[in-house]
């Protein structure tokens, strides 16, 4: 495992440690789930193409449904 040292405004730490009190985690646990949903989401041309081929097949998938 590795480290991350980010660096901060005072304004920003504060924000933080509110949203982690509001969700009853650690300020370091929101910015780890913060990571890992930002590296969870897909690609933007995957994304794209997804999109694309859910408009396009949209009425084959209601009829299939």
Known sequence: MSTLTVELTDE???????????????PEDLVRVSIDDLLARPEPDFQAAADYLLKKNAELYRRLA
């Open 12 to 26: 920003r730490m504060q924000q933080l440690r509110a949203a982690a009190e509001r969700l009853g985690v650690a």
